[in-house]
């Protein structure tokens, strides 16, 4: 048994082997991740069982399927590349244009729908940037200590004291107002959040006693970052990211919403609803849609942070 | 095999007025193990009995003394002696729950060792994880799990595997079986033993349990608040007690049986903190049998006897019997 | 047993509701403790020895746990089927329990003093005392109750938090709060547990000696067979939720008669037989999610057979010492 394993190069062709031998230790892709699938459909059962979170991930899901189909559904493309129809402008909602037209006689449903894409964008942009900045700079505090600790923690603590919004508002209106640098802006305030939480959780993991084990067997401190410390850190980053998503939603949004984000005509949910707020209350659709959109992402993807602690984080669990 | 000369490791801590003070975790303690034999250190919690073990292991900062493995002195901590301990020496720890890490499987696990300081990959490096835990009493079939899906005492064979891995000389084995239940508690031990004669390893066994340590050990250690008070053959140490901590520990121990063996009261009070340590014998703040006017003055002397010594003023064969008597 | 038993287990059944299924954890036991008496309650984790004492302190959530059969009677009364208001008045004061980690109960921003005449005001509340206390005498009688468990220097320690006691001064503490109500009946759940052994033998001692002097009953959950034969008069042995020996100490240790019982007891490494071989019992706990029907040793048991399939009642077959198990005792 043992010699037939020896002959055998590599892992992949273990896996392409199909063993027909019953002597044989076959040994599929399936069987060597058993357990992980094991443990997925632990979590997916969890997770089925959790009617708002899997409400929030319905709603996270058909907001990616629209964002990803979008172009190609919308009745009315060239409406959003600064179209001007000034006979049906202000119409409200009817079978045409389901969810009314602007001031210009651009069909809403269209801007929402191809708007979806650019939310989502900036929303995966500034969580994975401030991602890339702050677990990092988490990790390299909690296990160096010392002043570096110090000096990364204070930075931290400065960039936590000033409200983020503000600050971005500063940051954009030093730049200019533009979408990109509105991303740039929210990124670089929302990376203090992945800071204070990686550092926490490396802290705690330092002293485990599988980090301990790791020391007594000569493991590399890189070894430890990054097969110790990291992969047990991903849980609370994910539930943290999936929360943040929704939060950079409305960031981008209150941005557009200031004309320091998205600029008119570009079809950004923010941008539109700053427009549209003189137009209230008596052509309320025109606000109404795109804020219904906003309220609807950021809802889906809180519930399914949610959702998503519960089944990460084994204190929930049992 | 090992030896360890007057090791002392102090921490800075700060006490609840935010002075600066030092605990006194182990002060002075010097261990002399043979090849091949098993040793054990016994004490209650706070006696740095744990602290030792880290210490050879260079997992606790050494303030003072002198650690020698296999003639080779480790006390400098260099990249070579680094390197060389973590190949010779290996820890198990109480607590196996905690010891594995939940994201990687067994396989990962055990092999992490041989991943680490050798060239092994591949097949030679999963028949070798197989051939170990082949050792340990585990079946293939784990190889791919995680540590969820095991019970305390798998887990415990695991981290024993992976311990084993690069076939260390030195074994510190800190208090491997105090998590488990009794019944897994016995199969652990036994292992222990066999695994000790198969492979001639050198254990420095650290635990709170005396009958576990009496089952397992060939020699005992008892330490109290940092220095070990009594030494000797197992046999010696626990038939013949001399220094009184060692009487009133054996006495404490709940007697699994009918009828319960006669035993000294109970000792009074609690352990003093380490950071501040009593003057003279450390033990005689609750010692039944201290002499007045010289254990509160004096640190006591080792009293060598044919088998093992104790630090007891009592057992000096000059002392002026002032006080109070042995029992 | 001329008394009437003081609490009484009738087929007790308790499961608990998770994600994966039902969870029986307790699988019809009936026991009887009698007044003054010292029950030990021996086995491995997983066994129900905890789950057994914290329903009858009502201490476990509802849902998961679930009642599934039986009932509990203490003194005359269903502790499953009493109005809440009675049940709060008996647990606290005619039972009480304390627990492994004595710093879980207390609170550590309070003094210990404080929370100690909390608890005796609170009992008072309850009624039950015929006496009413103001703070100033609850205060006194707190002090009474820390000199009553050999607490050094009372009216300092009425004063200290938490933090500042070790570990057995809390669980002295503990045992105080207790006796406030002024039970009949005293559980303890791994007292010792977290403590070193000279340690436990004081609290072990104390404990025994309160029993006396205040003629409490005594249940002493515990896994360690030492601690049983220290302050025990009776065992019950469980396993998987099922009780397989109930028998007095001397009997436990001299003619131990469940395969579990034995298997336990050749576990533990004797302090007078050193070289003594030790055997494990092979195998693990069954998933009780999905127990093995009847006896729920027979996945593990060398002698069982077919009958094993159906639960052997719990028989007598020595004075003062009842199994659960076919193949013993018929002969």
Redesign the interface.
Known sequence: MVGSTNQRTNLATVMLIQDSNADHVSESFADRHASTYRTLRLYARTFRRNTSAMFGLAIVVVFLVVAAIGPWIVPFPEDATGAVHLDIKLQPPDSTHWFGTDEVGNDIFTRVVLGTRTTLQIACIVTGVAMLIGVPLGMIAGLVGGWVQEAIMRVTDVFLSVPGLVLAIAIVGALGPGIVNAMLALSLVWWPGYVRLVQAKTLALKNEIYVQAAYSIGASKLRIVFIHILPNCTSPIIVKASMDMGMAILGAASLGFLGLGAQPPFPEWGAMISIARTYLPDWWWYSFFPGLAISLTVLGFNLLGDGLRDILDPKHRD | MLAVENLKVHFDVKNNRGVKTKLRAVDGVSLHLKKGEAYGIVGESGSGKSTIGKAVLNLAPKTEGKIEIDGRDITMTNRANEAWLRQNAQIVFQDPHSALNPRMTIMRSVAEPIIVHTKTRGHDLRRRVEELLDIVGLSKQFIYRYPHELSGGQKQRVCIARAIALEPSLLILDEPTSALDVSVQSQILEFLASLQRDLNLTYLFISHNLSVVRYLCQRVGVMYLGNIIEEGTTKTVFEHPQHPYTKALLGAIPYPGATQPQSAPPLIGDIPSPVDLPVGCRFHTRCPVKVANLCDRLAPEHHHQTLGWASCHLLDPDLDKVGGKPE | MPDKPILSFIDFKLNFD??DGVYQAIDGISFDLNPGESLGIVG??GCGKSVTAKSIMGLLPSPPAEVAGGGIWFDGRNLLKEKSSTLKSIRGNEISMIFQDPMTYLNPVFTIGKQIVDVILAHQKRGNHGRSLTSKQAFQYGMELLDKVHL?NPRRQMKSYPHEL?G??RQRVLIAMALSGQPKLLIADEPTTAL???????I??LISELREQLNLSVIMIT????????VCDRVLVMYAGQIVEDAS??Q???NPSHPYTR??????????K?NK?????PG?LPNLLNPPIGCRFQTRCSSASEKCTRMPALNKIRTNQKVACWNVGTT
């Open positions: 998770t994600f491995e984790t050094p070790s057995g001064m070193d052994v000279t340690i436990q033998a004081q072990l001692e896994h360690d067979l030492g601690v049983v034969a220290t100490i001397k436990l240790f001299n298997g336990l007891l050749q576990a533990v490494p004797d302090p007078a050193p071989k030790l055997k494990g019992i693990a």
